[in-house]
């Protein structure tokens, strides 16, 4: 396997040597790969981690359930059945109107977000990629064509934030138009793994399902509080919090689905495929117990801020690019790069692989993740890779679509109601999409870990890609060894020093 050897042969490049040591020490090897242990990888011998996360997590669900189903009871089929007006009389500002009112536009726009959810999976193996473009190009014109509807209907301050978003997105893509070629490339090896896992699929949708029912409750608490009597500052407050609570949950869930696709994709690496020989008995069943047991309370802790911690970085890395010489805005930026990169090291997505595979903590498996592509140099390929916001475009997409039917419906009976229906069910749509969507983001943190640890486990399953990956990689690490020296003789003061040897 002399593949290896064409790697890049820059002082950057230098640090890829150390990826066959480096994968030893991660307890993967090109020549022990397929003996993995399971004793090592996938063993009985896991200890709970992060346990007080998961015991906030359940204990906010607990209270948020009950908040939701009592606000929710208070106007169905009868206005303050709970008796719950005597106490919000000072916030009294609306007519108050039932539950079942916003209830089924609730329940359209959940199943809206699970018929794209649902389309997307099973679009999955024949159109994706078509579907992927759709997201990148799609998504700047829907910004803006929402953007001119709220001026007509005299929304300015939303249709001022959806031109913004606009403007960004379009942005964002000129400034990543050259990788998107390996992006797709990228995402097309990670759908032609997950698509040879029916079982990976099936395990999105029981989720979906679950997701499904908790929004059930949800939305009822929710169609409550749209419906209460409280003045519109009360009910944007308590939907704002029902709505991060929302978010939390579906994080969670999203993640659950992560870790347990991550498990079963680097055991098929490693074994050499779904149908080796080597491959442990009922994989799935495994990587699920240790998802929902033993590691639960890390993927409550990180689903509290990798998402956001994460998107900072790809707006930041866009927006870095394209300043030019604007020294001064470039320290600027330069210092909350730096700032987020630190955040990075501790929340990050690879760390979900190392916590199917290992059973570390959330911080734990982060640092030990940011480390290793560090330490071999497929960091600066991970940086290449927009195949993330790829994916949070198509998931921001299925959310704008399930928002605009939900603002469509509300509009018949409740127009005053409009922006609160619609901004809730965006959020809706956007779980549910993003549950089919985080089945081929965890594939592809899954190679990318494979490709550090080991990158002959990527040569054994594409010898193809694994040629591709290198020759971008040999070009990124390339890339910056030329800018470090163009930075290096920019300060360096030649004109200074030929002056003093000249005096």
């Known amino acids: 396997m002399n593949q290896i050897q064409s790697l890049p042969s820059s002082p950057d490049s230098d640090s890829m040597t150390t990826a066959p040591q480096s994968a030893g020490q991660s307890h993967v090897s090109a020549d022990s790969g397929n003996s993995l242990s399971m004793e090592t990888a996938f063993g009985d011998s896991r200890h709970w981690q992060d346990v007080f996360w998961l015991g906030i997590f359940l204990l906010h669900l607990m209270l948020v359930g009950l908040a939701l189903g009592v606000l929710g009871l208070n106007r169905f089929r009868k206005k303050d059945r709970l008796n719950i007006d005597q106490y919000t009389n000072k916030f009294i500002g609306n007519q108050a109107d039932l539950t079942e009112d916003y209830w089924p536009l609730y329940a359209i726009a959940a199943a809206v977000g699970t018929v794209l959810g649902w389309a997307w999976l099973l679009l999955l193996g024949s159109r994706a990629n078509q579907m992927m473009k759709i997201s990148v190009h ?20 939303w249709g001022v934030a959806f031109a913004i978003g606009s403007g960004l997105q379009f942005l964002y893509i000129i400034s990543v138009i050259d990788r998107l ?21 099936r395990i999105a949708c029981v989720f979906m399902v679950i997701m499904c029912l908790w929004l059930a409750l949800w939305s009822f608490g929710a169609a409550g509080v749209v419906a209460s009597s409280i003045g519109d500052g009360g009910r944007w407050w308590l939907l704002v919090v029902f709505s991060v609570s929302l978010f939390w949950t579906g994080a969670v869930l999203c993640n659950t689905v992560h870790v347990i696709v991550s498990g079963m994709v680097f055991l098929v690496l490693i074994h ?12 799935l069943l495994q990587s699920l117990r240790y998802a929902v047991t033993t590691s639960f309370g890390s993927i409550c802790y990180g689903s509290l801020f990798t998402a956001a911690i994460r998107t900072l970085r790809w707006e930041i890395r866009g927006f870095r690019s394209k300043i030019g010489n604007n020294e001064c805005l470039l320290c600027c930026v330069d210092f909350v790069f730096h700032l987020v990169e630190t955040l990075v090291r501790f929340f990050n997505k690879y760390a979900y692989v190392q916590i199917a595979v290992y059973g570390k903590s959330f911080n734990h498996s982060a640092r030990d993740a940011w480390e ?80 550090a640890e080991d990158p002959l486990l990527i040569h054994r399953w594409d010898p193809e890609f694994f040629n591709q990956m290198s020759e971008t990689l040999h070009e990124r690490l390339q890339y910056r060894s030329s800018q470090g020296t163009q930075v290096l003789n920019r300060n360096r003061p030649v004109d200074h020093i030929q002056e003093m040897t000249s005096v």
């Open 272 to 283: 050499g495929g779904p149908e080796a020989a080597s491959m442990p008995r009922d994989p």
């Open 372 to 451: 290793l592509f560090q330490s071999t140099g497929v960091e600066a390929l991970i940086g290449y890779d927009c195949s993330g916001a790829v994916l949070l475009m198509g998931t921001l997409l299925g959310g704008l679509i399930t928002g605009t039917c939900a603002v469509i419906l509300t509009r018949i009976k409740h127009s005053d109601r409009v922006i609160m229906m619609g901004s809730t069910s965006v959020l809706m749509g956007m779980i549910l999409v993003g549950l089919a969507m985080v089945v081929v983001e965890s594939a592809v943190t899954s190679i990318y870990i494979c490709y």
């Open 181 to 201: 070629p390996f992006t797709m490339l990228v995402l097309q090896r990670a759908v032609k793994m997950v698509w040879k896992l029916p079982d990976v699929m």
């Open 138 to 157: 799609i998504l700047t014109t829907y910004l803006a064509v929402l953007s001119v509807f709220c001026f007509w209907d005299k929304l300015v301050f």
